[in-house]
């Protein structure tokens, strides 16, 4: 006997077909023939697609002989729903066929076979006849999840653009997956495989994927759909996607901040190009004096709510702890970067990390775990994983704005937050992704240069003082907002090099200041500085480097008409400032003895 007949043979068709529908005219004949031979081309075309047996020439028979009921469709009734004791088999499927059927004839339904996804399950005389063998349970699963304008399937075919939309795909599937699940519920083996939910959903035309697609959105949203080793099925129980969805709505909002502020701290530690990282102060203000560039990771309550805004509690953070360091006053203003949470984006992040915490939860539930399935197990395990990584990503997504302070253009206010945003989606830890932005942004440079060293000194070298220490020089860039933002010391310290060392050198370099004799040590002039700096290294002006050269002792033997002099500095090279050399001699005397003999 073929699998595909019911267990009453090929009569249960014939029985069903005279007591439900007249005798074909010719052109019923006719309708009939190119029905069942369609269907029949789609299932040999895509063979992959559906049940084996599809494809064979008996199959095509039995979409004659139960025309215009699919094969399918009567399979089901008869062997499964037919098990109910309370279907009553023949009957059964002959009673219930008749409610469906006129259902059907008064919407003007103009689908080419009746397949189990055309059942029409909402409809109440169908409902009614449909939950009459099952759990009464069943009742709220249909409702919510399976057919009707309230159900999860409407609900994602609202949006008409959708290609789940336009075939009813997600509607087709619910049905199809009760139709075939429904009786068998705790069965071994029960549930709708791919191959059958194609077989219950496509008709001639059909995208055959979609109906696959609608399924495994309706799986992640739906509450009592199951899946397990590619089958499908309804049950009155709730799912773990379910629980989870429980669980995670039971978290308070602290307890949930507590773990992204935990996922922060973890990113902190890939410093990257930051000196240092601070994750997540409550009070940013308590923090100590940084004069190397520090990254301020401002808390989960602090938020931003975008570029236009001046005014958040993300600025009210970054402005206090600008302004002072505990009960002082802050020194080193310039080396803070801060970034903050957008308003928008943060409410995903937390949500995402509830259902991060709720599967961990689920996850070490021994007591859950005694009543789980090994495929639940391994599904728990797998949603702990992919859940704690999107919650990463939306972590990082978050904190989007980066505050940072400028020069103000009001008089006595001593900086402006300036605001930098954040757009690329995949991103790595925190400091990394923030520190490539301020330097594609120029906010923050690598390389300052001769020429930017001295415009950016230029007007706040005090005139009475002929050098700086180089220690003072760097704690003005840490300090004030108005110079260039440093990555660290490195780059001021290379720039210095490079305007003592360059062909028109800006300044001299000295080791120290002799305060008894007045004189530098170690000064240079047009040559480079000593890789590593004195402590009491100092940044000597152009014009106190070109006095002390000019009034170094004239080596022995050299001398000229007008006082030219060649002199050499204490460690420094033999050119002098050329704005504060004496002028060049142009006429040179001399004598030598001429042998005549």
């Not at 059907?104 to 029409?120: E, N, V």
């Not at 009070?283 to 805004?309: I, N, Q, R, W």
């Not at 590593?532 to 050299?558: C, D, M, R």
Request: glycine share 6%; net charge neutral; charged share 25%.
């Amino acid at each position: 006997q073929s699998p595909w007949l019911p267990a009453s043979g090929d009569e249960t068709y014939e029985i069903i077909r005279r007591r439900l529908f007249q005798p074909l005219d010719a052109d019923g004949e006719k309708a009939r023939e190119e029905t069942v031979k369609a269907f029949h081309e789609l299932y040999k075309k895509n063979p992959a697609e559906f049940p084996p047996e599809a494809k064979e020439a008996r199959y095509l028979e039995l979409l004659r002989l139960s025309y215009p009921i699919h094969p399918e469709l009567f399979d089901r009734l008869s062997k499964d729903w037919g098990s109910l004791p309370n279907f009553q088999r023949t009957r059964g499927v002959l009673r219930f066929m008749a409610n469906v059927i006129g259902v059907l004839w008064h919407a003007q339904t103009r689908a080419p076979l009746i397949t189990p996804a055309r059942i029409p399950v909402a409809h109440e005389r169908v409902r009614a006849s449909i939950l009459y063998p099952l759990d009464p349970a069943f009742a709220s699963v249909v409702d919510r999840e399976v057919d009707g304008d309230g159900a999860l399937p409407s609900r994602m075919e609202a949006n008409p653009t959708r290609r789940i939309s336009q075939l009813r795909a997600a509607t087709r599937a619910a049905r199809a997956v009760f139709i075939c699940s429904a009786p068998l519920v705790g069965q071994q083996n029960a549930g709708l495989t791919g191959q059958g939910l194609r077989l219950a959903c496509a008709e001639p035309g059909d995208q055959i994927a979609i109906f696959g697609e609608a399924l495994r959105e309706l799986t992640e949203k739906a509450t009592y759909l199951y899946e397990e080793g590619g089958r499908y099925w309804f049950s009155t129980q709730p799912t773990l996607n379910r629980l989870a969805d429980d669980r995670a709505g039971g978290f308070p909002a602290h307890e949930v901040d507590a773990e992204i502020v935990k996922v922060l701290t973890a990113d902190a530690a890939h410093k990257g190009s930051f000196y240092r990282v601070y994750p997540a102060l409550d009070d940013a203000f308590s923090m100590d004096e940084a004069s190397t560039l520090s990254l301020v990771v401002l808390p989960p309550a602090m938020t931003h709510a975008g570029k236009g805004a001046t005014k958040s509690a993300a600025t009210d953070a970054a402005t206090d702890a600008l302004t002072r360091c505990r009960a002082s006053q802050r020194r080193f203003r310039n080396t803070l970067i801060f970034v903050a949470p957008d308003e928008s984006t943060f409410g995903n992040a937390r949500d995402v990390t509830r259902k991060r915490m709720a599967w961990e939860a689920i996850a070490s539930d021994l007591r859950l775990k005694e009543s789980m399935t090994t495929g639940q197990i391994k599904d728990a395990a797998e949603k702990v994983q992919s859940n704690k990584e999107s919650a990463l990503k939306a972590i990082r997504a978050a904190w989007s704005h980066i505050l940072y302070p400028i020069k103000s253009d009001t008089a006595g206010k001593p900086f402006e937050l300036e605001h930098s945003f954040i757009s690329s989606k995949d991103r790595g830890a925190l400091p990394g992704v923030v520190y490539d932005k301020i330097k594609a942004d120029g906010i923050v440079l690598e390389k300052l240069g001769p020429e930017r060293l001295g415009l950016a000194l230029s007007p706040i070298w005090p005139a009475d003082r002929p050098h700086l220490p180089v220690a003072e020089i760097a704690d003005w860039f840490a300090s004030y907002v108005y110079l260039p933002k440093l990555r660290d010391r490195v780059v001021l310290d290379t720039s210095i090099r490079d305007a003592v060392g360059g062909t028109d050198p800006q300044f001299g370099y000295a080791e120290a200041f002799d305060e008894q004799t007045g004189k530098y040590q170690g000064l240079v002039w047009s040559k480079s500085p000593p890789n590593l700096f004195s402590p009491n290294a100092l940044l000597v002006s152009a014009e106190a480097t070109a006095k002390q050269i000019s009034e170094a002792p004239k080596p022995a033997g050299t001398g000229s008409s007008d006082g030219a002099v060649q002199a050499k500095a204490q460690g420094g090279s033999s050119s002098a400032p050329q704005s504060a050399w004496p002028a060049k001699a142009r006429r040179f005397y001399g004598s030598v003895e001429i042998d005549m003999s």
